[in-house]
């Protein structure tokens, strides 16, 4: 009976207490919809950031030219200078690609496939989950490129007229990859975009500066909320979440084509899509906790992005988690049951072999530290989080490298066996990549709304007009096909 | 009856583009645009921070066409994949590789899949600003200070001048019944 007390006297940005008889307050601290403008666009509009910006900034950008200067020497002299050897021809260039493009996937499973099953939670960190997601896309997208050798002719992967008047072997999965990456990156910066230029323009009307309002004003196309165009927007929105959905599903289980359709024992298996789509959005999510959980406290944003919001993405976490060490499981179970010995080897060789020590590394990541996620002081405590989040990326790479590497070292010829070792090369360009990403994240945060304000706005009890049906606002929702059709034919002139 | 207005009061009006109200909150301006629709104006808009459940209703607009036209793209798309992937292998440069089918359906499917959704995310993200008639960097509600709000609190509804039904005098009594906190003279 002492409930309603602790209710009483618990810090009032906690939201996590679950109610059923209403709906979790989705925004805190009492903001209506002028302090939530002020609020996010204070974060673009301060003339300097603070000094940890500068300080992230130049470590950042420094990783990244030297990630330039890694690649400018690769290309100089050949891909001799990584740690590639005759039976790994597959190394660090392949995992990092699939550990970035898996990065992507949570960015777009939370503003599509959140969107499109009303998760009204997503509003506050969508923006940075799709921000995210491109970077991590652009990321991604280096690896490929620069691991083909003689990168002059990398056009080679599309099909444009070249002068061997050769086309591209549309039946390989190396090629649907570029097909499904360059989809998925143009896709998500559509869709990204478009939902950005609502907050843009509310930039350029906010902006003190005749350059900062031509600049937001360029890029905010001229919007000017009108409802005639909100009318076609949220249609066109709720279009492309629909498109995306099913493309994110589809990036992965292309990228898992890389090694299912290929004959190599532990990679030719029908779990792959599966597998991979849930590892990617596990990883993803790790990842976007990784960024939000520190942004939401240096920029003060955690009557915004709330405990309830992170909680729920540690649910995800441990559901997907859950289903990518259940993948494990079932992948030794077909080893042993499929009967095939060249499978069961290599899937023994994975634990016990030259490469135990990764393969362990991502099991207590991937399968052991998200499971403290049930417990409910563990979910939602950001310092934990943070830290378990850490694990996940750590693991999830490892993963990448288990997959790549166990099974090419030790093929079906024990003659052929070699232990792969990466080279510095390889390790600078991918701490390079990383530098990249930051950098982007950094200057996202500097000059663009990293809140989708309209849509926030639409979640809070004050967009709510009365004697409609639905208790909270409801963003993109007003598509009403029959409603507003009888409503046009009553004023038809 | 606003019809028998002669030209020479159209003359007058011309560098009117139209009446701007501001209210405070959503609910006042569904109110009035629900009047708006019912008086018969047939040449106005609201502008709003966000897209307000009801509006659609409430303004009588028509559904868009916008689906259809996305539908059209990707099936474009569809075929551009389809054909391509068959000139280019089995007609233009026909090679075997393991044994493979030339042209195959399973095979070519995940590109096909992927040219459908580029093409019709395409036409959605280019038919949408197309048909809002964006990118549009001027506009007669620009000129308003107040209606920089817009973009963040405040909530507005326009009375063009090019309607039928305006008249300036009549409807800027009209204008300050619906129950706004501020009417302004927007001019071309």
């Keep these: 009976m002492s409930t309603p007390m602790q209710t009483m006297v618990v810090d009032p940005l906690d939201n996590t207490a679950e109610d059923p008889t209403r709906p979790t307050p989705l925004v805190l601290g009492g903001h209506d919809f002028t302090s939530l403008t002020d609020k996010v666009c ?68 939370i503003s599509a496939i959140l969107f499109l099953l009303r998760q009204k939670w997503r509003t506050s960190i969508n923006r940075f989950a799709e921000a995210m997601t491109i970077f991590a896309v652009i990321c991604a997208g280096i690896f490929p490129a620069i691991h083909v050798g003689r990168i002059w002719v990398v056009y080679w992967l599309f099909p444009v007229p070249n002068y061997q008047a050769m086309w591209p072997n549309f039946r390989s999965p ?38 900062r309002a031509i600049l937001y004003g360029i890029f905010a196309l001229g ?38 359709v290929s004959q190599i024992p532990g990679w030719h298996t029908t779990i792959f ?61 077909i080893a042993w049951y499929g009967g095939n010995p060249n499978e069961a080897f290599a899937f023994v060789n994975r634990a016990f072999g030259p490469y135990a020590w990764a393969y362990w590394i991502m099991v207590s990541c991937n399968v052991i530290a998200p499971q403290f996620f049930w417990f409910k002081k563990i979910r939602t405590n ?96 007003d598509i009403d096909g029959g409603g507003t059709t009888r409503a046009s034919k009553e004023v038809a002139p | 009856m606003s019809a028998a207005t002669p030209s020479a009061a ?11 109200v501001e209210f405070e909150h959503p609910e006042g301006l569904v109110e009035a ?36 036209l996305i539908l059209l793209g990707g099936l474009t798309g569809l075929a551009i994949a389809l054909l391509m992937q068959w000139w280019m292998n089995a007609v233009d440069y026909p090679f075997l590789i393991s044994g493979k089918p030339l042209f195959g359906l399973p095979a070519n499917i995940p590109v096909t899949f992927e040219l459908t959704v580029l093409c019709s995310a395409l036409t959605a993200f280019f038919g949408l600003w197309g048909r809002n008639g964006m ?46 906190v501020h009417v302004q003279q927007l001019e071309e």
């Excluded at chain 1, 050949?78 to 590639?84: A, N």
């Excluded at chain 1, 896709?187 to 003190?208: I, Q």
């Design chain 2, 135 to 180: 990118p549009r960097l001027y506009h007669p509600v620009f000129k308003s200070r107040r209606f920089r709000r817009a973009t963040a609190d405040r909530f507005f509804l326009v009375l063009e001048a090019s309607d039928r039904r305006f008249d300036l005098r009549r409807t800027q009594e009209f204008a300050a019944s619906l129950g706004g």
């Design chain 2, 33 to 68: 645009c629900r009047r708006v629709r019912d008086e018969g104006f047939e040449r106005w808009d609201a502008y709003t921070p966000f897209p307000i459940h009801g509006m659609d209703r409430a303004m009588g607009i028509r559904e868009t066409r916008l689906p259809k």
């Design chain 1, 223 to 260: 919007w000017r909320g009108s409802h005639r165009h909100w009318h076609r927007y949220e249609k066109v929105y709720l279009i492309l979440a629909g498109l995306a959905t099913p493309l994110v599903l589809s990036v992965h289980s292309v990228v898992s084509f890389d090694f299912a």
């Design chain 2, 10 to 20: 159209q003359a007058a009006d011309r560098a009117i583009y139209g009446l701007l």
């Design chain 1, 382 to 477: 950001t310092l934990v989080m943070w830290i378990l989040y850490i694990f996940v990326n750590i693991g999830m790479w490892f993963e990448r490298f288990v997959i790549t590497v166990t099974s090419l070292s030790r093929d079906f010829l024990p003659s052929s066996w070699d232990y792969y070792k990466p080279t510095a090369v390889d390790v600078l360009t991918f701490l390079g990549s990383f530098g990249l990403f930051f950098t982007l994240v950094l200057l996202f945060i500097r000059y663009l709304p990293i809140v989708a304000m309209a849509e926030v706005k639409t979640v809070m009890p004050a967009a709510h007009v009365h004697g409609e049906a639905r208790p909270v606002g409801d963003y993109h929702g």
């Design chain 1, 273 to 333: 899509p599966p597998y991979f789509v849930a590892g990617a959005i596990f990883s993803g999510f790790a990842m976007v906790g990784t960024l939000l959980v520190p942004a939401r406290k240096w920029f003060g944003l955690g009557e915004l992005i709330t405990l309830h919001h992170l909680e729920n993405m540690n649910k995800i976490i441990l559901a997907t988690g859950s289903m990518v060490g259940f993948a494990y499981a079932t992948e030794f179970f």
């Design chain 1, 42 to 109: 204070g974060i673009a509009e301060t003339p300097r950031p603070p000094r940890a910006w500068y300080i992230a900034f130049a470590v950042t950008s420094s990783l990244t030219v030297m990630m330039f200067a890694m690649i400018a020497y690769l290309i100089f002299k050949g891909i001799g200078v990584w740690g590639l050897n005759n039976p790994v021809g597959w190394g660090w260039a392949i995992i990092n690609f699939v550990f970035w493009v898996g990065i992507g996937h949570a960015g777009t499973l």
């Design chain 1, 174 to 211: 190396l090629l649907w990859d570029v097909f499904a990456v360059g989809t998925y990156a143009t896709v998500s910066l559509l869709f990204w975009y478009t939902g950005m230029v609502p907050d843009l323009a509310t930039l350029r009307d906010r902006a003190t500066k005749k350059s």
